[in-house]
Structures are given as structure tokens and as C-alpha cells.
């Protein structure tokens, strides 16, 4: 099974609200990182947490770890219709050369 | 700097056929993934190869195969395709150095499989 999971698996917003999205992983990391893609294109990098930091924040971005439950949460302030996306949490299990993907969050802000 | 490039951008093929997929890393990016995305699955890891050694892959079936050029470009390849092979197939590049690095993404190559 895949290492990420994500709740929830869709969300809808109006647009000013904040998104919160949380992922759970399954065994040790190097970092965490958290990846947009925009109707079934290619997927673009939003931000990474290495394993020892427990908070960042980009823009309107805030992500946080918590290692010793193994999961992330992204958070989206102030969300706007272009936000509207799936959003996806990956992670690197020690070692291994390769990210394992969560399930994704579908996210839909109406404007 | 120019992007991942990966062609083609869609392909339709039956069942039974093969199909090669290419992509083109980042200029100076030494290390290329591949993933199959699905709408019930997924984004799948492939595998991933640098300097032309594959060092990880996935739970696919050796229908699925891969390579790596001198110059960083990778293809895959599907024989004996399936109809459960239809699925968006993206590849990202990365320095593959180790370590916390972020991952290029194409496009995508939409594979339909008849």
C-alpha cells in the first residue's frame, strides 16, 4: 500500500477561507514535501520539511511535521480560486532513492 | 532552464502492442523517476534511475521496463500492453544527489490502452 495517506480526500472552500489538509506516513523519513498538480498535469513543488524541523512556512503556505505520529498537515490561508487543485503529500523513505505519494486532496475554492 | 519534456503527450494504443515513453530531465539533472498515476491507485512509483543505473523500482510487473542515456534521458517501455495500463505515466528529475531535494515533474504522457 502506499506510504501516504490523506483526509480529506476532498474539500471545498469559498474562496478567503483557510484549507487544511493532513497526511500520515508509515516509516522513518528524510523529509516530507508537499506537491500541487493542476487537473491531471504534472505535479509542482510547493515545499519541503526535513525531519528535524517542525514548522514552515511559504507565502500563504504553513506545513507542519510531527514525526512522532508520523503525519503533516498543509495549511492555505486566504485560499483563492487559482488554489483550486489536488494536493499531494510525498515522502522519502530513508535510503531509497523514491518518494511515495499520498492519496492526494482535491481542493476547490468557489469564488 | 528548460523543463521536464516528455513526449509524447498522448498516445493511444491496443491491447497486446508496446509502447516507449521518453522524457528529457532538467539540463544537469542526473537523476529521473518515473510514475503511473491512476485515478483509483495513484501516483505509482516506477523506478528511478542515475548515471544510467537504475537504483530503486516498484511493484510493477517486468512488462514495465526502463532506461537511462548518458545524457540523462530516460525512456520506458510497456509491452504486451493491458487495458489496466491506461493511466497518466510522469516522469521528475532531480539532481539525485540524496538528501532533501525537490522533484521536477513533466507533463505526463496519457496512455489509453483499446
Known amino acids: 500500500s502506499q506510504q501516504g495517506e490523506e483526509d480529506p480526500q476532498a474539500l471545498s472552500i469559498q474562496e478567503g477561507e483557510n484549507a487544511t489538509m493532513n497526511c500520515s506516513y508509515k516509516t522513518s523519513i528524510n523529509n516530507l514535501q508537499w506537491y500541487r498538480q493542476n487537473s491531471g498535469r504534472g505535479l509542482v513543488h510547493l515545499i519541503l520539511?526535513?525531519?528535524?524541523?517542525r514548522e514552515k512556512h511559504s507565502g500563504r503556505l504553513r506545513v507542519t511535521l510531527d514525526t512522532s505520529k508520523k503525519s503533516s498537515s498543509l495549511l492555505i490561508t486566504a485560499s483563492r480560486a487559482a488554489d483550486t487543485a489536488s494536493y499531494f503529500c510525498a515522502t522519502d523513505p530513508s535510503g531509497t532513492y523514491k518518494y511515495i505519494f499520498g492519496t492526494g486532496t482535491r481542493l476547490k475554492v468557489l469564488a | 532552464k528548460a523543463g521536464v519534456t516528455q513526449t509524447p503527450r498522448y498516445l493511444i494504443k491496443t491491447r497486446g502492442q508496446q509502447v516507449t515513453l521518453s522524457c528529457s530531465p532538467i539540463s544537469g539533472h542526473r537523476s529521473v523517476s518515473w510514475y503511473q498515476q491512476t485515478p483509483g491507485q495513484g501516483l505509482q512509483f516506477l523506478f528511478e534511475?542515475?548515471?544510467?543505473?537504475?537504483?530503486n523500482k516498484g511493484n510493477f510487473p517486468g512488462r514495465f521496463s526502463g532506461r537511462q542515456f548518458s545524457n540523462s534521458r530516460s525512456e520506458m517501455n510497456v509491452s504486451t500492453l493491458e487495458l489496466g495500463d491506461s493511466a497518466l505515466y510522469l516522469c521528475?528529475?532531480?539532481?539525485?544527489?540524496?538528501?532533501?531535494?525537490?522533484?521536477?515533474f513533466g507533463s505526463g504522457t496519457q496512455l489509453s490502452v483499446l
Open positions: 520539511i526535513r525531519s528535524n524541523e
Open positions: 534511475y542515475f548515471s544510467e543505473t537504475q537504483r
Open positions: 521528475a528529475s532531480s539532481s539525485g544527489q540524496g538528501g532533501s531535494e525537490k522533484l521536477f
